[in-house]
C-alpha cells in the first residue's frame, strides 16, 4: 500500500492563521508574560512559529506525554515520558498543541497542570476535530477546525513520517 499526500492548508494559510493567533494571544496577555508549554513531539513546529509572532515576553518549556493502552485511540490515561523542566508556580501558561482529537490527553494533561498551581491556564491548538470529541476539553484559541480526517504535516506525524511538512494535508492511501 502506497500514500499520497492532498493538500488541505496550504503553507500560506497556515502562516496567515498563525499570525492572527500571535496577534490575538499578544492582545489577551498584555502586560504579562506569557509561559508557552510544547507537548512534543507534534506541537514543536507551530510553537515556535506561533512564538515569533508574539509580541509580550515568552518562556518556553516542554513535555511530552503518550496515553497507555491502545495506539490509535487514546485511553484518557496519560504517562509523562519527559517532564518540565521549570515550575509552573504563578505562570501565565499557555499549552500548544497540534490538534485535539479526541480530547482525551489533553483533558488529563491540563488537569495535572492545574495541580502545579499557575496562575491562569489556557489552551492553544493548531487544529481541533470538534466531531471526534469524547472528553470536553475548553479549548482557547484554535487554528482551524477540520473535518474528521486523519491528518499530517506541521509537527503531525503518520507512523513518525511527514512531520516536516510546512502545510497540513490528508494522508490517502492507495493500493
Ligand atoms: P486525543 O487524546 O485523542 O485528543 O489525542 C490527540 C493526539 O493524537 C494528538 O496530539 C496527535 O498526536 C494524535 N492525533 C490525533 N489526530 C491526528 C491526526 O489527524 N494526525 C496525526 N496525529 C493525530
Ligand atoms: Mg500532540
Do not use: W
Amino acid at each position: 500500500m502506497s500514500e499520497c499526500i492532498k493538500v488541505l492548508l496550504s503553507e500560506k494559510d497556515v502562516d496567515a492563521r498563525i499570525s492572527e493567533l500571535g496577534r490575538q494571544i499578544s492582545e489577551d496577555y498584555a502586560g504579562r508574560q506569557v509561559h508557552l508549554i510544547c507537548v512534543l513531539k507534534g506541537g514543536s513546529f507551530f510553537m515556535c512559529e506561533l512564538a515569533k509572532r508574539i509580541t509580550v515576553p515568552v518562556s518556553l518549556d516542554f513535555m511530552s506525554v503518550s496515553s497507555y493502552g491502545g495506539n490509535t485511540e487514546s485511553s484518557g490515561e496519560i504517562l509523562i515520558k519527559k517532564d518540565l523542566d521549570e515550575s509552573i508556580a504563578g505562570k501565565d501558561v499557555l499549552v500548544v498543541e497540534d490538534i485535539v482529537d479526541s480530547g482525551r490527553t489533553l483533558s488529563c494533561l491540563l488537569k495535572l497542570l492545574l495541580e502545579r498551581k499557575p496562575s491562569s491556564l489556557h489552551l492553544c491548538t493548531l487544529l481541533d476535530k470538534p466531531e471526534r470529541r469524547v472528553t470536553d476539553v475548553n479549548v482557547d484559541y484554535t487554528g482551524f477546525r477540520i473535518p474528521d480526517t486523519f491528518v499530517v504535516g506541521y509537527g503531525l506525524d503518520y507512523d513518525q513520517k511527514y512531520r516536516n511538512l510546512p502545510y497540513i494535508g490528508v494522508v490517502e492511501f492507495n493500493d
